[in-house]
């Protein structure tokens, strides 16, 4: 296993866009679902265990369709089930936006014959695992990749606009390790479709906002 | 117990629907009410923890069909640590289908598990209503996970799974709802724009809709979801609370 590039695929200093989005956090603070340290966490632990499982599957199964006969096609099945498993528009920009963001830093950052099998556009956990899997890295990888992303960007989101403390936020993110292992370990050999309906909710009331401060 | 319903709608002579199969074992009778619908009725308590029914119900171009239940199915847990029970519906639809079954009541201690797995023909229609309610009054909730998963020429246009009550992964306080609805429109005419309300959603989806409300009790969410699948015009005067959004 390459860790030096999983470790740089999961470094929100990665140029991959992902810091203009707070992955529901803005809209759960202007709601109230999200106030303090505590409700931070129980945001976390749900859209771990329902996106972020999503998006594991997702990307462990892109990472493995990289060495299908047909890649295109397989990526390009994936990139079907990614949009059945989201049915919200907001959510669907925001995964796909930064699945282009990725396509750009990963192709020049591990170049892979591969890159040419993504669908233009695509979502992002397709994109991670085509870069995990241009990175030396294997599906289990990009499953961990793809559930540690679902919280440590949200987390950061939340600090900025909560001014939290930072190393309170970092231990919230840290402490939910284990729960990411597991959402990983138990997404990577399967497509989960775990649905959250509130974050389709506050991700569309978000989209329509003009006073947003995150892209989603 | 293992229940099998089977349900098939053809058109027949003059643009009726005949229903050449329909038969069912286990805890539901199927019995004809209409010219193009079924109700299912249950035969046994329940169902109970461990109980498996599948109902497979085949629509051919042409012809409707709307399924109905008699009563809410109140589910049961065993005695002792209870196995979930089951429920899949099958469906294959190339005519019209409408599925209205009465609400899922899922009491203390139960598990319940539900799948919605439909192939659309090019010209299928469906519409598909689930109302869920965890606990009786004053009652611990219940689990219920639910998942759908439709196809058109087996490209998936919708794939969830809801879960709901303690332990479960979106059923996290403050937002940990005893009351679930929502309503699944495909009819194949352009989708609409997302529509927002206070605790509803309506997404669009290649020619329909998702719409989905909960609340604390039945009757409040079945009220949100109303207010996000009305008529375009009456949205903006039925939302209250959170801003509706029009895109």
Same mark, same amino acid.
């Given at each position: 296993?390459?860790?030096?590039?999983?470790?740089?695929?999961?470094?929100?200093?990665?140029?991959?866009?992902? !810091?203009?989005?707070?992955? @529901? $956090?803005?809209? #759960?603070?202007?709601?109230?679902?999200?106030? +303090? *340290? %505590?409700?931070? /966490? &129980?945001?976390?632990?749900?859209?771990?265990?329902?996106?972020?499982?999503?998006?594991?599957?997702?990307?462990?199964?892109?990472?493995?369709?990289?060495?299908?006969?047909?890649?295109?096609?397989?990526?390009?099945?994936?990139?079907?089930?990614?949009?059945?498993?989201?049915?919200?528009?907001?959510?669907?920009?925001?995964?796909?936006?930064?699945?282009?963001?990725?396509?750009?830093?990963?192709?020049?950052?591990?170049?892979?014959?591969?890159?040419?099998?993504?669908?233009?556009?695509?979502? !992002?956990?397709?994109?991670? @695992? $085509?870069?995990? #899997?241009?990175?030396?890295?294997?599906?289990? +990888? *990009? %499953?961990?990749? /793809? &559930?540690?992303?679902?919280?440590?960007?949200?987390?950061?989101?939340?600090?900025?606009?909560?001014?939290?403390?930072?190393?309170?936020?970092?231990?919230?993110?840290?402490?939910?390790?284990?729960?990411?292992?597991?959402?990983?370990?138990?997404?990577?050999?399967?497509?989960?479709?775990?649905?959250?309906?509130?974050?389709?909710?506050?991700?569309?009331?978000?989209?329509?906002?003009?006073?947003?401060?995150?892209?989603? | 117990?293992?229940?099998?319903?089977?349900?098939?709608?053809?058109?027949?002579?003059?643009?009726?629907?005949?229903?050449?199969?329909?038969?069912?074992?286990?805890?539901?009778?199927?019995?004809?009410?209409?010219?193009?619908?079924?109700?299912?009725?249950?035969?046994?308590?329940?169902?109970?923890?461990?109980?498996?029914?599948?109902?497979?119900?085949?629509?051919?171009?042409?012809?409707?069909?709307?399924?109905?239940?008699?009563?809410?199915?109140?589910?049961?847990?065993?005695?002792?640590?209870?196995?979930?029970?089951?429920?899949?519906?099958?469906?294959?639809?190339?005519?019209?289908?409408?599925?209205?079954?009465?609400?899922?009541?899922?009491?203390?201690?139960?598990?319940?598990?539900?799948?919605?797995?439909?192939?659309?023909?090019?010209?299928?229609?469906?519409?598909?209503?689930?109302?869920?309610?965890?606990?009786?009054?004053?009652?611990?909730?219940?689990?219920?996970?639910?998942?759908?998963?439709?196809?058109?020429?087996?490209?998936?246009?919708?794939?969830?799974?809801?879960?709901?009550?303690?332990?479960?992964?979106?059923?996290?306080?403050?937002?940990?709802?005893?009351?679930?609805?929502?309503?699944?429109?495909?009819?194949?005419?352009?989708?609409?724009?997302?529509?927002?309300?206070?605790?509803?959603?309506?997404?669009?989806?290649?020619?329909?809709?998702?719409?989905?409300?909960?609340?604390?009790?039945?009757?409040?969410?079945?009220?949100?979801?109303?207010?996000?699948?009305?008529?375009?015009?009456?949205?903006?005067?039925?939302?209250?609370?959170?801003?509706?959004?029009?895109?």
């Amino acid at each position: 296993m390459a860790l030096a590039a999983l470790l740089t695929l999961a470094d929100s200093r990665l140029p991959a866009g992902g !810091h203009t989005h707070s992955g @529901g $956090v803005e809209q #759960a603070i202007a709601t109230g679902v999200v106030t +303090d *340290a %505590a409700s931070l /966490a &129980a945001f976390l632990r749900r859209r771990l265990a329902t996106s972020g499982a999503v998006a594991a599957g997702l990307a462990a199964a892109a990472c493995r369709a990289v060495d299908d006969a047909d890649p295109a096609a397989a990526l390009s099945c994936l990139d079907a089930e990614a949009d059945a498993r989201t049915p919200s528009p907001a959510l669907q920009a925001a995964s796909r936006q930064q699945g282009r963001g990725l396509v750009r830093v990963g192709g020049r950052a591990w170049p892979h014959p591969a890159w040419a099998a993504v669908p233009p556009r695509p979502h !992002h956990p397709v994109a991670l @695992g $085509v870069a995990a #899997a241009a990175g030396g890295l294997g599906p289990a +990888d *990009a %499953a961990t990749a /793809a &559930a540690y992303l679902a919280v440590s960007g949200p987390a950061t989101a939340a600090q900025r606009l909560l001014a939290m403390d930072p190393i309170t936020v970092a231990a919230i993110t840290a402490r939910l390790a284990p729960e990411v292992d597991e959402a990983a370990s138990g997404s990577a050999a399967e497509l989960p479709a775990a649905a959250d309906p509130l974050l389709d909710l506050l991700a569309e009331v978000h989209a329509a906002r003009k006073d947003r401060f995150f892209a989603s | 117990m293992r229940t099998v319903v089977e349900v098939v709608a053809r058109r027949g002579p003059g643009g009726r629907t005949v229903l050449p199969v329909m038969r069912a074992s286990g805890q539901l009778a199927v019995r004809r009410t209409g010219a193009a619908s079924v109700h299912l009725v249950a035969t046994a308590f329940g169902p109970l923890g461990g109980d498996d029914a599948e109902i497979r119900l085949v629509v051919e171009e042409g012809a409707r069909l709307s399924v109905h239940t008699v009563a809410a199915a109140v589910v049961l847990p065993q005695r002792g640590a209870s196995p979930p029970s089951r429920q899949a519906v099958r469906a294959e639809v190339a005519g019209t289908l409408d599925l209205a079954p009465e609400p899922t009541v899922v009491t203390a201690r139960a598990t319940h598990e539900a799948d919605l797995l439909v192939q659309l023909g090019p010209d299928g229609a469906l519409n598909a209503t689930e109302q869920v309610l965890l606990g009786r009054t004053e009652e611990e909730p219940g689990r219920w996970t639910g998942t759908t998963r439709v196809e058109r020429a087996s490209r998936p246009l919708l794939h969830t799974t809801v879960g709901l009550g303690p332990g479960a992964p979106a059923w996290l306080p403050p937002v940990a709802p005893r009351a679930y609805v929502s309503t699944l429109r495909l009819y194949g005419d352009a989708p609409p724009g997302v529509v927002t309300g206070d605790d509803a959603v309506r997404l669009p989806l290649p020619g329909g809709w998702v719409a989905t409300a909960w609340g604390a009790e039945l009757h409040e969410a079945a009220a949100r979801l109303a207010a996000v699948t009305a008529p375009a015009g009456e949205l903006v005067a039925a939302a209250t609370g959170l801003v509706p959004s029009h895109r």
